[in-house]
């Protein structure tokens, strides 16, 4: 493998410093040349080292690796650039963002087969409805509704467009009138949603003639677990919304009903999503080309 050994103090710079700006302040260089410069690293390594986007930069788990390596004696650095090179074998840690929702990710057949496929990679997910940017935080990919991912950042399809569902238990029904209309939903008993406790519970979406609205539904009962919404329902605990994944089987089994179908519209799905394609890490290689083909019919 042929590095070009003045080449590393740069990488150096910019792993210290977290910015390509401040690594080319540091360095008394251009930006431009230290973005170059890190592209000829990863060129020559065939694997992407830096993780950057307009908000920021971090190192790739064979970014840090080649870090730990330049701190070794010289004797041993050769050997350490050969096992940060990728190979035909994805491995390594990939670690994702998932938001609660994304239920064809998190229902288990689609993850369980790429790590039978992929022995060599070690799988770590967080389930977190949080907004946060996944690059500085470490991640290597992420996975939301395609409407919410930042424009800077390439998304694959893991669903087709989704829609919102409003449901409740038949027994529930039989006890109490359903709302005819979405703004009803105020004199029913809701059970909502919230990422966290300090943030109002999410407003429920909907659309007539064409026109979107929400109505700031008052839950007597608000979670951040979209399982805990699902349970209440199905002991006729009241009315919940959620995506239309989530509610299915218990649709088709006839435990909980749709209700107001005429004011949910369709919007794009669900996406993985991560900074760039250049010199793309084999593990995140093999999740994309996992899940196009998890989409085949």
């Not at 096992?83 to 938001?99: F, H, N, Q, W, Y």
């Not at 946060?132 to 409407?147: M, P, T």
Request: charged share 20%.
């Amino acid at each position: 493998m042929k590095v070009d050994l003045n080449l590393l103090p740069l990488f150096l710079a910019v792993a210290e410093e977290h910015s390509f700006s401040a690594a080319a302040a540091r360095l008394g260089v251009t930006r431009s040349a230290v973005s170059q410069g890190i592209r000829r690293l990863e060129d020559a390594f065939e694997t992407l080292l830096v993780m950057r986007t307009t908000r920021s930069v971090n190192l790739t788990e064979a970014g840090e690796r080649l870090r730990n390596a330049l701190s070794l004696p010289l004797s041993n650095i050769e050997a350490a650039f050969e096992e940060i090179a990728p190979d035909s074998a994805p491995r390594g840690l990939l670690r994702i963002a998932v938001t609660s929702i994304a239920e064809e990710f998190l229902s288990g057949p689609l993850l369980a087969s790429f790590a039978a496929a992929n022995p060599g990679v070690t799988i770590d997910i967080l389930v977190s409805d949080e907004e946060f940017d996944i690059v500085a935080a470490g991640y290597d990919a992420g996975v939301r509704l395609g409407e919410v991912i930042e424009k800077d950042m390439i998304a694959v399809p893991l669903t087709g467009p989704q829609r919102e569902m409003v449901v409740a238990s038949p027994s529930w029904l039989a006890a109490n009138s359903a709302p005819r209309h979405p703004r009803e939903l105020v004199r029913h008993r809701c059970i909502g949603w919230r990422p966290s406790p300090d943030v109002a519970p999410y407003r429920w979406e909907f659309e007539e003639a064409g026109v979107p609205f929400d109505v700031a539904i008052d839950p007597q009962i608000t979670t951040n677990d979209l399982r805990l919404m699902l349970n209440i329902a199905l002991a006729g605990g009241g009315i919940t919304f959620a995506p239309q994944e989530t509610f299915r089987p218990y649709i088709e089994s006839g435990q909980l009903v749709s209700i107001l179908d005429e004011y949910l519209p369709h919007f794009p799905g669900f996406y993985l999503y991560f900074p760039q394609r250049r010199n793309m890490a084999p593990k995140l290689r093999a999740l994309i080309e996992h899940i196009r083909q998890w989409r085949q019919p």
